[in-house]
């Protein structure tokens, strides 16, 4: 059900809100975190509310967007709410301020009073992020602020400012696409034989926040020489090779889709590892709630890679 | 695992902190026996593929299909194809399938067949040398127990069982029924144990590869809340509860003579009893979480007289929710004279200073009200209520359920003042569903423990003293229930068991939940 609330204000939401709760039966007892969505008004948003209400069956929440509107106009808030089959397993509430509820402190104004009691909150910007999240009016709500620095419209210098602002509770869903190729490259070093990483080689395209991200948390736990090189094939991150006495353990995935894993005496492994989705990065952004260490030291670790410039050319894998 | 065996090596990439990091398998590969049966192509191929599409199996993964059947690699892959399309918790991807389907190989024998045993000993070498499994192979014998001799044997002189030195791994996945009394049970461990060491056999109990059942122990000892008033002072009595609304047409097989008790209560009724009764192990570990489970198990003992504490009934035919169904003795292959029972209740009692004097009352049957399982720990009254009698007549005993399945999740009851100008206190419930409160993407049972096996992780399994310790408990009551010569209770198809079941807890002053 969707319900329109035309030059609105907080406390008249908050009235519709207990009176859909009393009519439609206990949504809303159950939620486990308010996720605020902060975005320019336009059809972004469809996309931000799909992806939150898909991740909401794993975490039921309410969803609270932020659509910023025309900032030359008169003060105004237009509200709607989506409950029931409109909004996955959460309450979707969308507050569009005009003029000076646009942005800013008033637009965190709007916020405050829909957040659920007790429960974490987390922001997220799909889009363009502030310079410093945390400091955003929005973004000082929160316990844990997400960013994609890659759906920026300028993706090395969203990166940079990640790294320069970086405070715990921010994650950037550059890390999470990570996961994946990251539990491989652990999980192939958990096996026998146990030696030391002695250097190790990332390739991918020249603009790719991740690429340089991965390279960054293996200079951070491996304590060697990591060079981030350019790739001569493939979309963002293609090749990750880690040098051990042995031989090479290299995972890599030129088309974007298949990986495979290749260890010295073993046969080559193929693997899916087709680019993650957004909605399956936030839900699991959402499954932690607390700061991921981690993620800061991957941060800290790109000003210790080295950068190459030969670009790097894997073969196609065959299947 | 591996990490153990290395001593002293740590992996670098990994970090307690990061959370984020999955457990993925090393590389691995999983034998089915049985694999034509109803649990391989409902439960266990769909597991596997819902774990391959969550990115927790190795890289490399095989799965080895073994069965009678004439079928090629390529007909057991479109039956794996059909079971993952109709029954996988995940969406399908194709790229995900396709890496999977690559690991898929079927060997064609029966159980006594040397050959197709041989045949299966080249297949997984050959796996090791094209997938690079490394000589981990895990065997899922998905088969009935008699015929777990003959393929024990057979593991065995094929040489499949044995692993090459420290770093590989063979292991041993079966199922229940563990045995039919403790000599029985006896034997089918020295059977197993004789070519698996005991740290090398997974027992499944799918109950314990639920989230809610390993929720009690995040209830139980995580919170403040609970614990305190987790004991004889305020407990009055415990009821467990598996109940199922079908009836047993198709199974008279395995079921007839075998019947509720031996078929339910033997293991997962007295599973959950060991997580609801249990002291606090002193950490998560595996050998802790055990020995407090067997420590617990030990301290349990049945209630007498057995004919007082006991119960047992068989089902009649009649109209169940609106269909004429038939009682046991009209089914299909069941002895017409058939004294199994497909209601089984006893009471216990688990001799420790926290539980001293709270009977815990365990109740499973067929074709009961409706499919569900449950824990309902039953509080003592307040021992001195400062309303008149008339305020408080509709107060019940304050009551913590723990719903297994199905609506996961966890009701209180407790009374509260009704709205009004007069005081009256009524009960009411107060609820947290899984489903609500996470996840509709909680993973299924099978997922959890298929991992926990390649992973090598047997928190989950129980061990042989277990389940041994469990038979005896259990085999007084068959006994006395054989030497009365008695037949069980007749009860109508739909309603909650037996006469009999009532007055058992009459006798004591309670009675049964509806669940």
């Known amino acids: 059900m969707i319900v329109d609330l035309p030059s609105s204000t907080t406390s008249a939401v908050n009235r519709k809100l207990v009176e859909l709760r009393e009519s439609g039966g206990v949504q809303a007892l159950g939620r486990v975190l308010t996720l605020v969505i902060i975005t320019d008004d336009g059809p972004a948003i469809e996309g931000a509310i799909e992806a939150a209400n898909s991740a909401s069956r794993e975490h039921p929440c309410r969803v609270i967007v932020l659509a910023s509107g025309q900032r030359r106009a008169a003060a105004r808030l237009d509200a709607q709410i989506r409950v029931g089959g409109d909004a996955g397993a959460s309450d979707v509430i969308v507050l569009r301020g005009y003029g000076p509820l646009a942005a800013g402190e008033p637009a965190a104004g709007l916020v405050m009073p829909l957040l659920l009691p007790d429960a974490p909150v987390v922001a997220w910007w799909p889009g363009e992020a502030p310079a410093v999240p945390s400091e955003d009016a929005v973004g000082r709500l929160a316990q844990r602020r997400i960013t994609d620095a890659l759906s920026a419209k300028n993706p090395v210098k969203a990166f940079e400012q990640r790294r320069a602002a970086h405070v715990a509770g921010d994650t950037d869903l550059t890390w999470t696409r990570l996961t994946s190729w990251r539990a491989l490259l652990a999980t192939a070093l958990d096996a026998p034989p146990h030696e030391d990483v002695t250097a190790a080689v990332v390739a991918g395209e020249t603009v790719s926040p991740s690429t340089d991200l991965l390279a960054g948390w293996l200079a951070a736990r491996l304590g060697v020489k990591v060079k981030r090189s350019p790739a001569a094939n493939g979309p963002g991150l293609v090749s990750v090779v880690l040098q051990r006495p042995s031989g090479p353990v290299e995972l890599v995935r030129p088309d974007g889709k298949i990986g495979s894993l290749r260890q010295p005496g073993q046969p080559d492994r193929l693997v899916a590892l087709a680019r993650r989705e957004v909605r399956d990065c936030l839900a699991e952004e959402l499954r932690r709630l607390d700061p991921d260490e981690i993620y800061g030291e991957a941060l800290a670790g790109v000003a210790r890679t080295t950068r190459g410039r030969t670009p790097v050319t894997v073969p196609a894998v065959s299947s | ?515």
Not at chain 2, 309 to 317: D, E, H, I, L
């Open chain 2, 1 to 515: 695992m591996t990490a153990k065996q290395a001593a002293g090596w740590t992996n670098p990439l990994r970090d307690p902190r990061d959370k984020r990091l999955p457990r993925i398998a090393g590389p691995c590969g999983l034998v089915i026996f049985g694999v034509t049966g109803d649990l391989s192509r409902k439960k266990l191929m769909p597991a596997i593929y819902d774990l391959a599409n969550r990115g927790l199996l190795p890289p490399g993964f095989a799965l080895t299909g073994f069965a009678r059947r004439d079928w090629a690699t390529q007909d057991f892959g479109n039956v794996v194809y059909e079971a993952v399309k109709a029954h996988a918790r995940t969406p399908f991807r194709q790229a995900v399938w396709d890496r999977l389907a690559e690991g898929f190989r079927f060997v064609q024998g029966s159980f006594d067949d040397d050959d197709a045993f041989d045949r299966l000993e080249a297949t997984v070498r050959e796996l090791d040398r094209e997938r690079g499994t490394g000589g981990n192979h895990a065997f899922y014998l998905s088969i009935p127990p008699d015929a777990f001799p003959v393929v024990c044997k057979q593991l065995a002189r094929s040489g499949l069982a044995r692993q090459e030195g420290l770093e590989q791994w063979r292991r041993v996945v079966i199922e229940k029924p563990f045995g039919h009394d403790l000599a029985s049970a006896r034997e089918l461990n020295e059977i197993v144990n004789d070519v698996f060491p005991e740290d090398s056999v997974f027992r499944i109990d799918h109950y314990l590869g639920k989230e809610t059942v390993q929720n009690i122990l995040a209830l139980r000892f995580a919170n403040q809340l609970f614990e305190p008033i987790w004991n004889s002072h305020y407990v009055d009595h415990v009821q467990i509860t598996m109940a199922e609304d079908i009836g047993l047409g198709g199974r008279a097989g395995y079921y007839d003579g075998i019947g509720a008790a031996r078929d339910v209560i033997q293991n997962h009724l007295l599973q959950l009893l060991a997580f609801i009764a249990m002291e606090e192990p002193t950490s998560f570990s595996s050998d802790e979480l055990r020995a407090e489970k067997t420590k617990v198990l030990k301290a349990t003992r049945l209630v007498g007289p057995l004919d007082e504490t006991t119960a047992r009934g068989q089902y009649s035919g009649g109209w169940q929710g609106g269909e004429k169904v038939p009682g046991l003795t009209e089914e299909e292959g069941f002895d017409p004279e058939s004294g199994t029972e497909t209601y089984a209740a006893i009471t216990v009692e688990v001799d420790t200073r926290r539980w001293a004097g709270v009977p815990f009352y365990l109740r499973t049957g067929k074709r009961l009200g409706r499919r569900v399982t449950e824990i309902a720990v039953i509080f003592k009254r307040a021992p001195h209520l400062p309303f008149d009698a008339t305020m408080t007549e509709e107060l019940g005993q304050n009551a913590f359920v723990v719903r297994v399945q199905p609506d996961e999740g966890v009701t209180m009851r407790f009374g509260s003042k009704v709205p009004g100008s007069t005081m009256e206190v009524r009960d009411v419930t107060m609820d947290f569903g899984y489903g609500t409160a996470f996840t509709e993407a909680s993973p299924e049972a099978y997922e959890r423990l298929i991992l926990d096996v390649l992973l090598g992780e047997p928190s989950l399994f129980p061990v042989n003293e277990e389940v041994e310790r469990s038979w005896e408990i259990l085999d007084p009551v068959i006994e006395h229930w054989h030497a009365a010569g008695t037949r069980p209770d007749p009860y109508p198809a739909g309603s909650w068991g037996p006469e009999s079941a009532d007055l058992m807890l009459a006798r004591t002053g309670r009675t049964w939940r509806r669940p």
